[in-house]
DNA sequence: CTTGACCTTTCAGTTACTGGAAAGAATAGA
DNA sequence: TCTATTCTTTCCAGTAACTGAAAGGTCAAG
């Protein structure tokens, strides 16, 4: 499989395969004689794990050990929840934050005229 | 007033106050002889003024425009209201995103043991 | 006069890619 | 077989919004 048809069959741009081999997170398993890298399945299936972790906010440093988690027999839950646990507090305080700018926000946006006039209450709070 | 007494009243590092007069957002007024950058009340007021902005998620090429509209005197509310709206949009559709992250790893944080077994519903999940 | 705090510029690094250029390799069609 | 197109390679640069560090000039206190 060259890397076309494996950035399609993992749901990534080509470019981002590229770079998951260049940072030595899924590198191609093997080289044709001409030097193109070549992809086998299982190659694939850990692209496409990595797409999801990537979908669920994880770094890449996160994906990394969750990768060799994946493929370590030995591993333990425990690990894996680890750091899943710590992604989902960081998902928590980010929503939280997203919600009292939400509320402010909306609450500016909601007391804003919107007409011709120069007047506004959105412009008052940030000066 | 020299960089650091203004990035304490506008409540930003010195770096970013040096970093938003290099991209030409809010300039030192004035130099002394000797070259350093000299503030004045107004220019910290716009120092605030991007701050809080950017508090809210504002681009810098967002708080630009809005700062250009903060010293209009002859703006429309319209248009502050056209910008702050926009980013009222981005945040509500992260909002639902990380909303939906949220439970699905939540609901996997959940069902996993986290003991010293390897089976995991989350890389089963990621797999 | 020296010490230490403060200021300057410039360069590099951060995250996770993405775009583009130049050039070699493979393939399909005439 | 020749050619046109497509695929691949590597390398370099750019993105957003800073942040850290290096190397050196300035200023106030003791």
Redesign the interface.
Not at 72 to 78: C, F, G
Not at 112 to 120: L, M, N, S, T
């Given at each position: 499989m060259n890397i076309s048809a494996a950035s399609k069959a993992a749901g990534l741009p080509i470019k981002t395969v590229r770079y998951y081999a260049d940072i030595g997170l899924v590198r191609a398993p093997s080289r044709s004689d001409a030097g193109y890298r070549t992809y086998d399945d299982a190659a694939v299936?850990k692209l496409?794990?990595i797409r999801?972790?990537r979908e669920?906010?994880f770094t890449i440093e996160e994906c990394r050990e969750?990768l060799g988690?994946?493929q370590?027999?030995?591993?333990?839950?425990?690990e894996?929840?680890?750091i899943?646990?710590k992604?989902?507090e960081e998902?928590?305080k980010?929503?939280r934050e997203?919600?009292s700018?939400?509320d402010?926000?909306?609450h500016?946006?909601k007391t804003?005229?919107?007409?011709?006039?120069?007047?506004?209450p959105?412009?008052d709070?940030?000066?």
């Open positions: 299936r496409v794990f999801r972790s669920f906010g969750l988690l994946y370590d027999k030995d591993r333990t839950s425990a894996v929840k680890r899943a646990s992604r989902l998902i928590e980010k929503q997203l919600q700018l939400h402010e926000l909306a500016l946006v804003c005229r919107g007409d011709h006039r120069p007047d506004c959105i412009i709070y940030l000066g």
